[in-house]
């Protein structure tokens, strides 16, 4: 069973950076499309970002579109969410998911992790 452990969450001023961690256990990294959402308290989980399991293709909300990059380390079968020049929007749990797929017109994942809690101050 696929299991996911994010870190790296925090306190941080507006523009700066913050990398988030997603170990994963029970499954490889390298055969599952990997993704990162977030939530907001009293709102919907978004998409953030998604790597395609096979050719390495990458996925972006338009919110942060270079500003964060997803990468994966198929050896340590981690994947990452460096997020630069954070604004106070980007507020939010962060939940890492496997198996992530489409459906109609949602985006679903087969496998969340707990989250981690990062906090933009202006």
């Known amino acids: 069973q696929v299991q996911l452990a994010e870190s790296g969450g925090g306190l941080v001023q507006a523009g700066s950076s913050l990398r988030l961690s997603c170990a994963v256990s029970?499954?490889?990294?390298?055969?599952?499309?990997m993704g990162w959402f977030r939530q907001v308290p009293g709102k919907e989980r978004e998409f953030v970002a998604a790597l395609a399991w096979s050719g390495g293709n990458s996925y972006y909300a338009d919110s942060v579109k270079g500003r964060f990059t997803m990468s994966r380390d198929n050896a340590k079968n981690t994947v990452h969410l460096q997020m630069n020049n954070l604004k106070p929007e980007d507020t939010a749990i962060y939940y890492c998911?496997?198996?992530?797929?489409?459906?109609?017109?949602?985006?679903?994942?087969?496998?969340w992790g707990q989250g981690t809690k990062v906090t933009v101050s202006s």
């Open positions: 998911a496997s198996g992530v797929h489409r459906s109609g017109t949602s985006l679903l994942a087969d496998v």
């Open positions: 029970g499954g490889a990294v390298a055969r599952n499309a």
